[in-house]
């Protein structure tokens, strides 16, 4: 079956802690997302990546970094300087092009101890 | 500066009748509008689309229509069934903005029994 699998399902940071998020796709898509939820907002975008080696900052970046090494991976690391990283974290991928439908993974949620 | 609005958080129908979930934009360059639905604990999975070169998009029960002239859509589901419970995401992106998919805050539906 083709899907995109995230994990953990719930993740504890601590403070002063890094943490990553493992996002993998086996959909051959080269377009890769990550968004993140708060409660009563929408998805918002973090960073994307339309090929490997190469992502794009999205419009809350800050606190957050990523790498692209592989096509079918894409991993979050929420870093120290993200002060309020508690949140739902949900990854996407798509083909290359502007109106391509997105496929989500079942998400990680984020609590901070 | 939301770009994306779904001003009702939530929605009750019963089961049987029409559910009318609407969503506004701001930005006349989105192109293309999706939308989303989202069960608990799980990532969104596409519903269905429209471009703006169409007022009217129907699949099955789902029916979107686009008013570009208002910056506004909604989605009509009927009839309506429990299975539909879930939170519906509208989203919008432009052709030539590439991989920047804008979405709104979400709107809960409860279909009852």
């Known amino acids: 079956d083709g899907g995109i699998t995230q994990s953990p399902k719930y993740l504890f940071r601590k403070e002063g802690q890094n943490v990553t998020l493992s996002c993998e796709q086996n959909l051959n898509h080269d377009a890769m997302y990550w968004y993140r939820q708060d409660p009563g907002q929408g998805l918002r975008l973090i960073y994307y990546?339309?090929?490997?080696?190469?992502?794009q900052k999205g419009d809350i970046a800050e606190g957050y970094s990523v790498s692209r090494e592989k096509k079918e991976s894409f991993p979050l690391t929420v870093t120290s300087a993200q002060k309020n990283p508690t949140a739902f974290y949900l990854c996407?991928?798509?083909?290359?092009?502007?109106?391509?439908?997105?496929?989500f993974g079942p998400g990680t949620r984020l609590l901070v101890l | 500066d939301q770009q994306v609005k779904q001003n009702s958080p939530s929605l009750s129908v019963q089961e049987g009748r029409i559910s009318i979930l609407n969503c506004d934009y701001t930005?006349?360059?989105?192109?293309?509008f999706l939308w989303y639905k989202k069960y608990p604990a799980e990532g969104p999975t596409f519903l269905i689309s429209i471009s703006s070169i169409k007022d009217k998009n129907e699949d099955g029960r789902f029916t979107v229509f686009l008013n570009k002239s208002a910056k506004h859509l909604s989605l009509h589901i009927v009839p309506s069934q429990p299975g539909d419970s879930a939170v519906y995401f509208c989203?919008?992106?432009?052709?030539?903005?590439?991989?920047?998919?804008?979405f709104g805050a979400g709107t809960r539906l409860f279909v009852k029994a």
């Open positions: 996407a991928s798509s083909i290359v092009g502007g109106w391509e439908t997105q496929y």
């Open positions: 930005n006349s360059m989105f192109d293309y």
């Open positions: 989203a919008a992106s432009e052709a030539t903005g590439g991989f920047k998919t804008i």
């Open positions: 990546s339309q090929i490997v080696n190469d992502f």
